[in-house]
């Protein structure tokens, strides 16, 4: 299993989150072919950055993401994810097989 994990910076900036919400997560569910949650970030002690919001999305392994990036969509939500600057934290995690 493959997984793509995108933290979202605290900015106190309620239209960053906004667009999130209603950008970046579905985008990025059409693109994985199913639901998406995203959850509050409480708390990160040993962390020295803030984060507000985190998600996840599942892929078989590392070319099936890297297949559906170079879709149309795929390409739709680097866009999306670029345009977010440094209010985001992508990382990819290969949990083996």
């Known amino acids: 299993m493959y997984k793509l994990l995108?933290?979202?910076k605290?900015?106190?900036?309620e239209s960053v989150l906004v667009r999130f919400n209603e950008s970046t997560i579905p985008k990025?569910?059409?693109l994985?072919?199913?639901k998406?949650?995203?959850a509050e970030i409480e708390g990160a002690l040993l962390s020295p950055e803030k984060f507000?919001?985190?998600c996840e999305a599942s892929f078989t392994d590392k070319s099936e993401l890297d297949r559906l990036l170079q879709t149309p969509?795929?390409?739709e939500l680097n866009k999306d994810l670029a345009a977010f600057g440094n209010?985001?934290?992508v990382f990819y995690a290969n949990f083996g097989e």
């Open 28 to 30: 990025l569910e059409r």
């Open 32 to 34: 994985a072919g199913k």
């Open 52 to 54: 507000e919001k985190f």
């Open 36 to 38: 998406v949650s995203s």
């Open 10 to 13: 605290k900015t106190g900036d």
């Open 73 to 75: 969509l795929g390409k």
């Open 6 to 8: 995108i933290f979202l």
């Open 87 to 89: 209010h985001i934290s």
